[in-house]
Structures are given as structure tokens and as C-alpha cells.
């Protein structure tokens, strides 16, 4: 590799190796890194070196930042917000880290000076995937935000040794494989081998007398180590490094000391196996998860770290915990932690030795509870008898929060037992279980929904006791996402067209996107608009055609669906709609339609077989549609594997069209629909989750509705919802289905998809069949739309000039004004 001489002006070595920002500071540490971090020589230098070499220079450039927020949240003794969640799925870092501290163009200018690509090493990174989809995608939205808002905040997860599988596609079916994300080395975190907490499980309680006072002990059976993994996260464009503390299960060496001693050997091994076990992989969210041990065990470990490391940080500065939350606001990320709630009573009462009344009062100002799913199949509960095995003193303590719970509903609903039932924290009904939601909403005085729709579904449904009891505690607060890596990072074409129109303040304060609509009618921006578009689509192009061998148009309307696979996304109403336009062709071999490319992507859990089945559908079709003579090349079906966040930034700046398309009532918000829509795509969808907000923002004329209302589908299913009559009495639905029944896309094995077919005719849950109709029409005034390049192009700059409100910054400052009562602190250098 040629190295350039660096100009003379620019070489002031001495301290700023790890601080300087010109061009050639950001060389020489790189050169640095690469010497005495990696040992290695430029000329044997891989990929993975130099990309290493590259993020530990960044990382350099973060760390005073780091190190000066933590030091002034510590003089000031700042109101802290902790994020607890079992899923930060955080997407690659190096990228976002550039833009976060500005340096983009100068790191870009330091590899060229030493013929390197920046570009070779941002696909280097392999994204640690610890999160299923949405929600752990949120939380690393609003860690982004917390930190660009200057709010001193610390995310709490787990350090899963495998994140969600890696999918690959053969044959059109998925396959998976294991995850292996730190096999290469992680530079983004630092190790705190003394930042390290205990956590029990299993044994049994005793009382004993504590001086006259009776108190309660718990002898474990096991006891595991967490060690912190700190990662950080960079404000955009401020001084502000919070953390995200990640947690490692490590055996506790000394516990089985004994064993070892008497020379069983291999039962000290084995102990310290399982203990690594807790964090080794994340839970694919799969229906299969109910009564999983090691998921609880992941959940208490976690939690219990977070809660002990908060009280240790408090305990630094202060001698009594009476206002410990007054200095931490705790945000429950679904049930997932809601154990917390127990588990800080635990730590107050049976290890600090406060009394019952003052910890409840200190727990409840804690923690607010965040619910993110309506389906009750999703709503966390624990068997007693798997629970009691492994937090046998929770259980005792949730059963006296519930008793003490339960007393005052009586009193304000006497006589009404069916009530106490309903919110009791164990479900009584036959075999006993822990309500995990029931725990998080008396455990908390704030409780919301993701999106407006959803928060006052909540209110009327699976939580509408809760609300009965105590109202002041609901919220909604609708989700958002970060404008710095879904628009700026992965869409740099479009976002340099913005900030050369309108200048570059949108990116911390989105809303001033609305200063687009001034340029809706000037025919060169939307000439500008249209080019950056194509390009991005070309981009998606050529990914499609190396990594699955799709040949696709870029000048057709990309339609894309990408997100988990689940009936009640229904990606199979889309792939309907696919067949109806590909028989219209086979009937008319002449009919000219708007050339389109259909592409999907996401995974589904490993045990959700109807899932895994719709994926072979959709690959099946395409196998069919691609290659038959007769579409002459108008149609175009393609599955992109592995969706994940570093494919995700190529793909949301690609689309036309965003399929938004759940059964109303379903999709508690929807994140998706938002990264898709500011970046130009226009929304095909369902009055469901956010997509109601977003219409309502973009305006109804910028948005293809379609579908039945969540009271309609209600209504429907009350009524006695008949989908084979829809079937019958629709010719393009009936052919379809007949077609997919008898083989037409599966002559290898022509029942296979009987299951789908079966499940659609005898029961359709999600009402595929009441919305087919609507969706097709609906499709059709998209086709038309589309002709109308002008008039689509104006559509799609309204869209982002609309779209300010989706921003996570905007809600991270309603969770600190209405939730977190917390204010910034400013960092300053
Ligand atoms: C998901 C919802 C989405 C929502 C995200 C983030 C779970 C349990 N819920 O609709 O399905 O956008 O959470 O709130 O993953």
C-alpha cells in the first residue's frame, strides 16, 4: 500500500495522537492502532485490521467526551434515566460514531491518504445483533436521542455471546446459523473486569430475628457473576458519551470451591457452564418461549446487575437510599425486566433493611412500564412451580406486594371478586402463573403505549382493569426514530439534497423538514429528488443481485415489505396481490401494467413453522413469476436475506412503496413505516399502530389507506367471520387460492402448502380474506399514482417534509417532560 507524505503543516504528533481531528492526526493514529494495538505492518494488513485500527482511532476521539459526561454526571449528581432492556439492537457503530462526532470527511480523507477505503471498512463491521426486531431497535433509537438531548442516561441489557441467527436461504426456505459477532473482536466495548455484581439463584428462604426486627434471607443454590461491557453512545453533534452497560454471566469461582476440593473436578466445571449459559444466546421471540428457565434466568440476571449497579453508584454519593428516586428513573422495555420491580423491594428491604412502606413508595416512584404488544399470546407469564424454583424469594415478596395489592382493590370494588382475579399477580385459573404485566403496571407510576392507537386499546383491553384502578397512570407516548442513522447515515444522497435546500438544522430538529414543501413545485428539486431515488434503488439493485442473484429493474416501483415474519404483518396478503397481477398477465399477454419489484425481507423464528412456510411462498412465487416469458420482465419478486440493521440502511432509502399492511388492531406502532416514509417511500396501509399517525401528519392524500378499522375487525370476528364465503364469492381471490392449493407453485410437492391454505380457508385470524379486496383496489390507485411521475414525486417530498414528528428526539422529550421528570446537563470540554 502507497502511503502519501503527510503535508508538513498538519503534523503535530505529540499529544493529540488520540484527540486530533485533522486528516492526518486521524493517519498517524490509525498507523498507531495498527503497529501497538494489532502488531501488524500495512502489508499484511486485512480488512478486519485495518477496519480495527480505524475504530479504535475513533474510539479514541469519543473517549474524553466519555469521560468528561460521566465525571460532571457525577459532580452534579445528575437525575439519571435507565433504559432496562433484554434487546439493544444497535446496528453497526463505526458509521454512526463518524457522523455523532462530525468526522466524517476527515477520517474519509485520512484512509485515502493511506490508500484504504472508508467505505471497504464500514461493510467490515459486523452489527452486533442483540435484539429480534422493533423493540430492541427502539431502545438503540432512544439511547441515540437521550444522548443528543444531553440526558444523562445509562442503557442496561445483556452481553449475548450469539444475537438473533444469521439467515441464509436455500432452496427458498430459511435456514439459520448461529451468530458469531465477537468472533473478529469487538473494539466498540471496554471490559470492566471490576464492575462486576452477584446474582442468586434457587434454594430457599429463612427468617430470621435482626435485632427484634424480623427479617428474611435467601440461601441460593447458585450464585453467577455479571461482569459490565460498557459501549458508547455518542450524542450528535454535543459532548454528551452516555453508556450502554451490558451485562456477562460469569461463574462464580469461589462458589463451588467445595466441590472442587473433594476433587470433583467436573462439577465445578460444569457450574461454571451453565453459569456462562445465561448470556450465551438471544430468545428468538417465538411462541415456543413460555416456561423457558434460562429466559427467566437471563431476565433476573440482567436486572439484577442493573439494580445493584444503581445502587452502588448511588450509594457513592449518598448515605441513605430514601431519595434513590429522586437520582434514577427506571424504564421497564416491555415485561421483559419487570422482575425489577421485585427485585429492587428485595435488594431495599432484605439487604439495606428498609421497611416494607418506605421501599414500595421509593420502588413505584422508580419505574415506568412501556408495553409494546396487544396479543395476548406475547404477554409474559411464569408457572409458580418454575418460578419458585429459581426466585423462590421473589416469589415470596410478589406475593405480598399482591396481597397488599389485592386489599385495596376490595376496597375500591368491594364484592366485585372477578375484578381481583383479573389483576391479581398470579393467574389463579388452573395452573398458577406470574403475570409478568400485571407486576410491571402496580410496580410503576407510569404506564404507556407505543402509538395512539395502541395506548387507548391497552386502556380498553388487556390492561383496562389497571386503568379502571388507577387512570393517572396511563400515557401514550408514539415512537420515533433517529433521523442521524436512518436518514443521515444510510441515505447520504438524499440528506445532502435536504440541507443544501433547507440548510443542515433538521437533523436535531426534524421538524424543520417542513421547509421542503416550499419546493414542491420547483421541477428541478423534484428532478433532484427522482435522481437521488434511482440511485439509492441501483444500489439495492446490485445488493440484490450479489447477495440472491435477483436481476431487478431499477426504473420499476420498488414495493418493499421488510420486518419480522408474522401472520399478522401478513407478507402473505402481499404475496396474494402478487399472484392477481401475475394471472391478469397470464390472461392478457398484452396488458401493459406498472412495472414493479416486489422485495421482502425478515426472519422468522425458528419455530414458527407457518412463518418459515410463507417465506417458501414468497420464494416460490418468485421462482415462478421471474422467470415466466408472459410478465415480460413487469414483475419482479425478490427475498433479501438476512434482513438486519446494516441491510436495513440500504433498503428504506430504495423504496417507492411501503407496505404497512397488519390487521388493524395488531401492530402496536410500527417502526418500519417511519424509516420508510422519511426517506421518500410512500405508505400502502391499515388503520393500525402509528401508521394512524403518520396519515394523519403526511396528509390523507399522500397515503394509500385501505382495510378494515380495528372496530370493524372487531365486529366481524363477533359476528361470525366466514373466510372461505370471501373466497367463494371473489373470482381473483378464489383463483389465487385454488392455485396455491393445487400445486401451481409447488409441482415438486404440490400439497405444500396446504397448511397456509388451510388455516386461510377454515380460520383466516388475521383476515386476509375481508381485506383482499380493498387491498387490490387500493394497489390499483398505487399503479395509477405511479404513472403520474410528477404528481408521485411531489407525494414523496411531502411525505418527508412531513415526517418531523417521527422523530425519536421528539419522543425522548415527552418521556422526560410527562415521564422521567429529567432535564440535560450539558457537557462541556
Ligand atoms: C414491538 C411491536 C411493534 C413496535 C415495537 C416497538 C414487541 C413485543 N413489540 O409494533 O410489535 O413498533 O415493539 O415499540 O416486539
Given at each position: 500500500m502507497k502511503q502519501e507524505p503527510i503535508p508538513a503543516g498538519l503534523h503535530p504528533r505529540s499529544d493529540t495522537t488520540r484527540t486530533g481531528l485533522a486528516p492526518a492526526q486521524i493517519a498517524d493514529a490509525f498507523r498507531d492502532n495498527l503497529h501497538y494495538l494489532l502488531g501488524r505492518f500495512p502489508a499484511i494488513a486485512s480488512r478486519n485490521d485495518n477496519y480495527l485500527a480505524l475504530a479504535y482511532t475513533v474510539r479514541d476521539r469519543l473517549l474524553k467526551r466519555w469521560i468528561d459526561s460521566a465525571q460532571t454526571f457525577r459532580e452534579r449528581q445528575s437525575r439519571t434515566v435507565c433504559y432496562l432492556s433484554a434487546e439493544f439492537l444497535m446496528g453497526p457503530q463505526l458509521g454512526n460514531n463518524l457522523i455523532n462526532l462530525g468526522i466524517q470527511d476527515q477520517v474519509e480523507e485520512a484512509m485515502k491518504s493511506l490508500g484504504l477505503k472508508l467505505e471497504d471498512m464500514l461493510e467490515q463491521e459486523e452489527e452486533p445483533g442483540l435484539g429480534n426486531g422493533g423493540l430492541g431497535r427502539l431502545a438503540a433509537c432512544y439511547l441515540d436521542s437521550l444522548a443528543t438531548l444531553e440526558v444523562p442516561s445509562i442503557g442496561y441489557g445483556i452481553r449475548y455471546e450469539?444475537?438473533?441467527?444469521?439467515?441464509?436461504?436455500?432452496?427458498?426456505?430459511?435456514?439459520?446459523?448461529?451468530?458469531?459477532?465477537?468472533?473478529?473482536?469487538?473494539?466498540?466495548?471496554?471490559?470492566?473486569?471490576?464492575?462486576?455484581?452477584?446474582?442468586?439463584?434457587?434454594?430457599?428462604?429463612?427468617?430470621?430475628?435482626?435485632?427484634?426486627?424480623?427479617?428474611?434471607?435467601?440461601?441460593?443454590?447458585?450464585?453467577?457473576?455479571?461482569?459490565?461491557?460498557d459501549m458508547p453512545v455518542p450524542g450528535y453533534q454535543v459532548h454528551t458519551v452516555n453508556l450502554l452497560r451490558l451485562w456477562k454471566a460469569e461463574a462464580a469461582e469461589s462458589f463451588d470451591f467445595q466441590a472442587f476440593n473433594e476433587g470433583d473436578y467436573y462439577r465445578a466445571v460444569m457450574h461454571k457452564m451453565a453459569s456462562e449459559n445465561i448470556t450465551k444466546v438471544l430468545y428468538p421471540n417465538d411462541e415456543s418461549l413460555q416456561g423457558k428457565r434460562l429466559r427467566l434466568q437471563q431476565q433476573f440476571f440482567f436486572v439484577s446487575c442493573a439494580l445493584q449497579d444503581m445502587l452502588r453508584l448511588y450509594l457513592q454519593r449518598s448515605k441513605k437510599l430514601d431519595g434513590f428516586h429522586e437520582k434514577f428513573c427506571v424504564q421497564l422495555n416491555d415485561t421483559h425486566p419487570a422482575i425489577a420491580v421485585a427485585e429492587l423491594m428485595r435488594l431495599l428491604v432484605d439487604e439495606h433493611r428498609m421497611s416494607w412502606e418506605p421501599a414500595w413508595e421509593i420502588t413505584r416512584k422508580t419505574f415506568?412500564?412501556?408495553?409494546?404488544?396487544?396479543?395476548?399470546?406475547?404477554?409474559?407469564?411464569?408457572?409458580?412451580?418454575?418460578?419458585?424454583?429459581?426466585?423462590?424469594?421473589?416469589?415470596?415478596?410478589?406475593?405480598?406486594?399482591?396481597?397488599?395489592?389485592?386489599?385495596?382493590?376490595?376496597?375500591?370494588?368491594?364484592?366485585?371478586?372477578?375484578?381481583?382475579?383479573?389483576?391479581?399477580?398470579?393467574?389463579?385459573?388452573?395452573?398458577?402463573?406470574?403475570?409478568?404485566?400485571?407486576?410491571?403496571?402496580?410496580?410503576?407510576?407510569?404506564?404507556?403505549?407505543?402509538?395512539?392507537?395502541?395506548?387507548?386499546?391497552?386502556?380498553?383491553?388487556?390492561l383496562r382493569d389497571f386503568h379502571d384502578?388507577?387512570?393517572?397512570?396511563?400515557?401514550?407516548?408514539?415512537?420515533?426514530?433517529?433521523?442521524?442513522?436512518?436518514?443521515?447515515?444510510?441515505?447520504?444522497?438524499?440528506?445532502?439534497?435536504?440541507?443544501?435546500?433547507?440548510?443542515?438544522?433538521?437533523?436535531?430538529?426534524?421538524?424543520?423538514?417542513?421547509?421542503?414543501?416550499?419546493?414542491?413545485?420547483?421541477?428541478?428539486?423534484?428532478?433532484?429528488?427522482?435522481?437521488?431515488?434511482?440511485?439509492?434503488?441501483?444500489?439495492?439493485?446490485?445488493?440484490?443481485?450479489?447477495?440472491?442473484?435477483?436481476?431487478?429493474n431499477p426504473d420499476s416501483l420498488f414495493d418493499i415489505q421488510v420486518k419480522r415474519l408474522h401472520e399478522y404483518k401478513r407478507q402473505h396478503l402481499n404475496a396474494l396481490f402478487i399472484i392477481t397481477l401475475y394471472n391478469r398477465l397470464r390472461r392478457n399477454p398484452s396488458l401493459k401494467i406498472t412495472p414493479r419489484t416486489f422485495v421482502f425481507g425478515g426472519k422468522a423464528a425458528p419455530g414458527y413453522y407457518m412463518a418459515k412456510l410463507i417465506i417458501k411462498l414468497i420464494n416460490s412465487i418468485a421462482e415462478v413469476v421471474n422467470n415466466d416469458p408472459v410478465v415480460k420482465n413487469q414483475l419482479k419478486v425478490a427475498f433479501f436475506p438476512n434482513f438486519n440493521v446494516k441491510n436495513a440502511q440500504h433498503i428504506y432509502p430504495a423504496a417507492d412503496l411501503s407496505e404497512q399492511i397488519s390487521t388493524a388492531g395488531k401492530e402496536a406502532s410500527g417502526t418500519g413505516n417511519m424509516k420508510f416514509a422519511m426517506n421518500g417511500a410512500l405508505t400502502i396501509g391499515t388503520l393500525d399502530g402509528a401508521n394512524v399517525e403518520i396519515r394523519e401528519?403526511?396528509?390523507?392524500?399522500?397515503?394509500?389507506?385501505?382495510?378494515?378499522?380495528?372496530?370493524?375487525?372487531?365486529?366481524?370476528?363477533?359476528?361470525?367471520?366466514?373466510?372461505?364465503?370471501?373466497?367463494?364469492?371473489?373470482?381473483?381471490?378464489?383463483?389465487?387460492?385454488?392455485?396455491?392449493?393445487?400445486?401451481?407453485?409447488?409441482?415438486?410437492?404440490?400439497?405444500?402448502?396446504?397448511?397456509?391454505?388451510?388455516?386461510?380457508?377454515?380460520?383466516?385470524?388475521?383476515?386476509?380474506?375481508a381485506d383482499y379486496a380493498s387491498y387490490v383496489a387500493c394497489q390499483d390507485r398505487v399503479a395509477a399514482a405511479y404513472e403520474d411521475t410528477e404528481q408521485w414525486t411531489r407525494m414523496?417530498?411531502?411525505?418527508?417534509?412531513?415526517?418531523?414528528?417521527?422523530?425519536?428526539?421528539?419522543?425522548?422529550?415527552?418521556?422526560?417532560?410527562?415521564?422521567?421528570?429529567?432535564?440535560?446537563?450539558?457537557?462541556?470540554t
Open positions: 450469539f444475537g438473533i441467527f444469521e439467515q441464509r436461504i436455500r432452496n427458498g426456505w430459511q435456514i439459520e446459523m448461529t451468530d458469531k459477532w465477537l468472533q473478529l473482536g469487538n473494539p466498540w466495548e471496554i471490559p470492566r473486569p471490576e464492575i462486576v455484581h452477584e446474582v442468586k439463584f434457587g434454594g430457599r428462604t429463612e427468617g430470621y430475628d435482626d435485632n427484634g426486627a424480623f427479617r428474611v434471607r435467601w440461601i441460593p443454590n447458585e450464585l453467577v457473576r455479571g461482569m459490565a461491557y415506568g412500564y412501556t408495553n409494546h404488544t396487544l396479543l395476548p399470546e406475547a404477554l409474559e407469564r411464569w408457572g409458580v412451580p418454575l418460578f419458585q424454583s429459581v426466585l423462590p424469594r421473589h416469589l415470596e415478596l410478589i406475593y405480598e406486594i399482591n396481597r397488599r395489592f389485592l386489599n385495596e382493590v376490595r376496597l375500591r370494588f368491594p364484592g366485585d371478586d372477578a375484578r381481583v382475579a383479573r389483576m391479581s399477580l398470579i393467574d389463579e385459573g388452573g395452573e398458577r402463573y406470574v403475570r409478568m404485566a400485571n407486576l410491571a403496571c402496580v410496580g410503576s407510576h407510569a404506564i404507556n403505549g407505543v402509538a395512539r392507537l395502541h395506548s387507548d386499546l391497552l386502556k380498553e383491553g388487556v384502578f388507577s387512570p393517572e397512570k396511563f400515557q401514550n407516548k408514539t415512537n420515533g426514530v433517529t433521523p442521524r442513522r436512518f436518514m443521515l447515515l444510510s441515505n447520504p444522497g438524499l440528506a445532502a439534497l435536504i440541507s443544501r435546500s433547507i440548510g443542515p438544522g433538521w437533523v436535531k430538529n426534524l421538524d424543520e423538514l417542513k421547509h421542503l414543501e416550499k419546493f414542491v413545485e420547483d421541477a428541478q428539486f423534484r428532478r433532484e429528488w427522482r435522481a437521488v431515488k434511482l440511485e439509492n434503488k441501483r444500489t439495492l439493485a446490485r445488493l440484490l443481485q450479489e447477495r440472491a442473484g435477483f436481476t431487478v401528519q403526511v396528509g390523507t392524500e399522500n397515503f394509500f389507506l385501505f382495510g378494515l378499522t380495528e372496530a370493524e375487525v372487531e365486529q366481524t370476528k363477533a359476528h361470525g367471520y366466514r373466510p372461505w364465503e370471501y373466497c367463494a364469492s371473489n373470482e381473483e381471490l378464489r383463483e389465487v387460492i385454488e392455485q396455491i392449493r393445487d400445486g401451481f407453485f409447488s409441482p415438486d410437492q404440490p400439497d405444500r402448502f396446504h397448511p397456509l391454505v388451510n388455516s386461510l380457508l377454515q380460520r383466516d385470524d388475521y383476515l386476509l380474506f414523496s417530498i411531502l411525505n418527508v417534509a412531513r415526517m418531523g414528528y417521527f422523530s425519536s428526539d421528539r419522543s425522548i422529550r415527552e418521556y422526560c417532560d410527562e415521564i422521567w421528570k429529567v432535564k440535560p446537563v450539558t457537557i462541556e
